[in-house]
């Protein structure tokens, strides 16, 4: 009902970037079609072909802040800007060449390489299954086959926990700090949906070294700098791919003067 709001408003509007992030997750671990999401290309082949633009033309009528930072950096001092770190920009042929790399022929990229299930929580006409649907499209077209379920998040968020899934959309909502990475990235640190603990894609021994060294910094600059190498490590796997913030949209009354 935005347009509608808008017009009513009378100016009395604004569309803010949220601090929440939209979020694939990708389970290196899982034993779907002998571990194919093990190949660090064929990971890095998804996050290519995602386009970000379209999820937010559908799952947010456009008014969402397509990103690549997990937390914004305009919001928190401390969080890796986007140009320190890799962000997989959206390119159907370079999704392509990392299939090639991971060792499939183009015969085989044609008929489609199976990578489970896209996995998300909420109500089927949701953001959330609207996202799993664009990038179901997405992966399609560069020869990456997935389905997609959505049920409620009390069945979905349990097995997140327990990486019993292949691709996950996830909803967090920052807390302004990089505690909330901890949560993402130690398996002793929260809710998080992947399990680097005995890991070959991430150093976990240094990952818990930095956050601790983080914590214990005062000065910002040195503390941005700790976060910026430990996210350039965790980016590197190509296991988490922020997408997207929700728009936060305000109308208030002519009589107020924010």
Do not use: H
């Not at 072909?49 to 950096?73: C, H, Q, R, Y």
């Amino acid at each position: 009902e935005w347009d509608a709001l808008v017009e009513a408003s009378n100016g009395c509007n604004t569309v803010l970037q949220g601090n929440n992030i939209r979020v694939l997750y990708i389970n290196y671990k899982s034993p779907t079609n002998n571990n194919v999401l093990g190949n660090e290309y064929v990971r890095k082949a998804i996050c290519y072909a995602i386009n970000k633009d379209a999820i937010n033309t559908v799952a947010a009528g456009g008014l969402g802040n397509v990103t690549t930072e997990f937390i914004p950096s305009s919001y928190v001092a401390t969080s890796p800007d986007e140009s320190t770190f890799e962000t997989y920009p959206y390119s159907v042929e370079k999704a392509k060449e990392m299939l090639r790399l991971a060792g499939y022929s183009d015969t085989e990229i044609a008929n489609g390489i199976n990578i489970g299930m896209i996995s998300t929580y909420g109500s089927a006409t949701g953001e959330k299954a609207k996202a799993a649907q664009v990038i179901q499209s997405n992966l399609r077209e560069v020869g990456l086959i997935a389905e997609i379920e959505v049920q409620d998040s009390t069945v979905i968020c349990p097995r997140f926990r327990a990486f019993d899934y292949d691709l996950g959309i996830y909803g967090d909502s920052g807390n302004y700090d990089f505690n909330n990475i901890r949560q993402q990235v130690l398996v002793d640190g929260g809710y998080q949906a992947l399990d680097y603990s005995d890991s070959s894609v991430l150093d976990y021994e240094k990952a818990k070294e930095l956050l601790q060294e983080g914590v214990e910094l005062t000065d910002t600059q040195e503390r941005l700098a700790v976060y910026t190498e430990l996210w350039n490590m965790v980016m590197d796997t190509a296991t988490i791919y922020p997408f997207m913030n929700m728009p936060v949209c305000v109308v208030w009354s002519e009589g107020l003067n924010p």
